[in-house]
């Protein structure tokens, strides 16, 4: 359970195709009476090791007691189902961040559906 910072939802898509850029956002609420500083951090677990990042291009905010903060970030679908992980952090008046919470999400893989085409033979005539 969260001391000030709540991962509350990891929004995005429940599949996607292998080497889709995938949007999300983690929103976090600020428990706290007053504004703090907020960070927001990810990894995806699909069998590699370190686990790869999530790119948040803005990763921190100063959210303001008891609002809930959007971060916006993406990565790249692998070529298999994926767990996100979404970790939150506050910082502490000694200037250190401190992990609070953390959420998880599971995107599948999308199975790619070939197009058939109507393939028709035209009839020659011998001239």
């Known amino acids: 359970m969260a001391q ?11 599949q996607a195709a292998s080497g889709s850029r995938l949007d999300i956002t983690v929103r976090v609420k600020n ?18 090791s370190p686990w790869p990042g ?8 100063n959210v303001d007691g008891g609002v809930t903060y959007s971060f916006n970030g993406y ?21 250190y961040w401190y992990f609070d919470d953390e959420l998880t999400k599971v995107i ?14 035209a009839d020659f005539y011998k001239v």
């Open 108 to 121: 599948n893989l999308a199975s790619l559906t070939p197009h058939v085409s109507e393939f028709q033979i």
């Open 4 to 14: 000030y910072a709540d991962v509350i939802e990891i929004v995005s898509p429940s």
């Open 31 to 48: 428990l706290y009476s007053a504004p703090i500083g907020i960070m927001v951090g990810g990894g995806l677990e699909y069998g590699v």
């Open 75 to 95: 990565l790249y679908m692998p070529d298999s189902r994926v767990t996100i992980h979404a970790y939150s952090y506050w910082y502490g008046a000694d200037g």
């Open 54 to 61: 999530i790119n948040f291009p803005e990763n921190s905010a």
